[in-house]
């Protein structure tokens, strides 16, 4: 006898409290589904259903047993589904989110070969550097450039790490001075980014150890992109993450500043929910995004 078979008539038992019931949803005989759960309490050795005349209950074993029962045939349903997905081309929509710097400067090119290679799917991306929430707002993926991430269900996958670099343009620094220790930027006009973990304080890391350092913040924005015009129109001195700063310092039109140290690097991180089985879009857009972007950052 076919122990899937028996499983899945059990489940139907219990499920609808009738062997009548459940012989008529699979098309069986009520006798015949009476044969399939009796061999499955041979087979286990176990009572799985104490059965009267008129009544039927399940037994501890068989609360236990019908609980998994449900949780492997749920599995093997899902895995069925997603092998049978694997076989046709990509389509329909994938919802995401991400930063805004983070796209402009690094995601946009990447998500144009990933559509190319796949033409039926549509991609739609909602740009923000809040963090959204990614069920309640219909995500199938969210990008996130954090040093740390908040306790949550989500699962949350590690694609590389982002230097954050402080930076200032070259004619900001020759009218005002180069710092040389973490202490001289009192004496300057800082720029810092809102949303960061802690605004307008830098964790500096240098050989006297870490220091936690307050900053003069004369402009703060929510944006890199934004902080990087005014850093490069000479407003101050501050922070951009690597993607963003790389290009201007490569062009000369900004320095690094106080070389002997550091900030803690970011991660980006795609996160998504907790589900088994992912879509097959989401996860071959994972397996690319993970290949491709630490070359990038």
């Not at 998994?68 to 092998?83: F, K, N, P, Y």
């Not at 190319?116 to 923000?128: D, G, H, I, R, W």
């Not at 929910?273 to 996860?283: A, C, T």
């Amino acid at each position: 006898m076919d122990l899937l078979n028996a499983m899945q008539s059990f489940r139907r038992v219990v499920e609808l409290s009738s062997f009548n019931q459940a012989a008529a949803e699979l098309g069986l005989s009520p006798a015949g589904i009476g044969k399939q759960v009796r061999w499955l309490e041979q087979r286990l050795n176990a009572v799985l259903l104490s059965r009267t005349t008129r009544t039927m209950r399940l037994t501890d074993t068989g609360h236990a047993y019908y609980q998994e029962c449900c949780r492997l045939l749920d599995e093997l349903e899902s895995l069925e589904r997603a092998t049978a997905a694997d076989s046709v081309e990509l389509s329909g929509r994938l919802r995401l989110n991400a930063p805004l710097s983070f796209s402009v400067a690094v995601l946009g090119p990447l998500l144009a070969r990933f559509m190319a290679a796949y033409p039926q799917l549509k991609v739609e991306l909602t740009l923000t550097d809040r963090l959204l929430d990614v069920v309640s707002e219909g995500f199938d993926l969210s990008l996130r450039v954090r040093t740390a991430l908040p306790d949550s269900s989500l699962v949350a996958r590690p694609l590389g790490k982002v230097e954050q670099l402080i930076c200032a343009a070259p004619a900001y620094l020759a009218a005002r001075g180069t710092p040389a220790t973490p202490a001289e930027l009192a004496l300057h006009d800082c720029l810092a980014y809102r949303l960061a973990e802690m605004p307008g304080r830098w964790a500096l890391r240098g050989p006297e150890g870490e220091s936690l350092i307050a900053l003069p913040v004369r402009f703060s924005a929510d944006n890199s992109l934004m902080l990087a015009q005014m850093l490069a129109a000479g407003a101050g001195i501050g922070t951009l993450p690597s993607f963003v700063a790389r290009p201007l310092l490569d062009e000369g039109r900004l320095h690094t500043v106080l070389p002997g140290y550091s900030l803690a690097a970011r991660t980006a991180y795609a996160v998504y929910p907790s589900n088994r089985h992912l879509p097959r879009k989401v996860r071959v857009l994972l397996d690319f995004l993970a290949e491709e972007l630490p070359t990038l950052l």
